[in-house]
């Protein structure tokens, strides 16, 4: 809502810097609640909006010149932002205070893919992310987000057993 009130009323010109403060308000805040208010930091979306301008900054900038960087930067891109989400996975943990500044890791990944496609097909992306299962998890992937919660948490709530071969017949 505030993305399309920023482009309605500035300049084009000052759209970009308009994100750009309201993911470094987003991400200070994030980094604060993060330590203060865990709970907070997690789940309110002031917390995670950082997230989301980093998605809305290659928007409006780095999307509007497609094809200008070579083909072997974006293979080296996709391979590092798939390196980072991998990183990501094994670094966070029950123990890491997230989203925090940890955060920045998946993030960081995710942008660095979605910039590699600008630059046109490469082949690492062709061999990881445009095989027929990578792309039919990707077609799934939101539904799965929205199914995950109450399935994986509710359900072993509601029948009283959270045994892993519980969860594991559930993510099945």
Do not use: C
């Amino acid at each position: 809502l505030l993305l399309l009130v920023v482009v309605r009323f500035l300049p084009m010109r000052l759209v970009g810097a308009s994100l750009l403060l309201l993911a470094v308000a987003s991400f200070a805040l994030s980094f604060y609640w993060t330590e203060t208010e865990p709970a907070w930091a997690f789940f309110s979306p002031f917390t995670r909006a950082w997230q989301l301008a980093a998605g809305a900054l290659i928007a409006v900038g780095f999307m509007r010149i497609p094809g200008r960087a070579p083909k072997s930067t974006g293979a080296v891109l996709s391979v590092l932002g798939l390196a980072l989400i991998v990183l990501a996975v094994v670094l966070i943990s029950e123990t890491t205070w997230y989203p925090g500044v940890l955060a920045i890791v998946p993030v960081l990944g995710a942008l660095l893919v979605i910039l590699a496609g600008t630059s046109g097909p490469n082949l690492p992306s062709r061999i990881l992310l445009s095989n027929p299962v990578s792309r039919y998890i990707g077609r799934v992937s939101y539904s799965l987000y929205l199914w995950h919660w109450p399935l994986l948490i509710l359900v072993p709530i509601a029948i009283e057993n959270d045994e892993l071969v519980v969860r594991l017949a559930l993510a099945g």
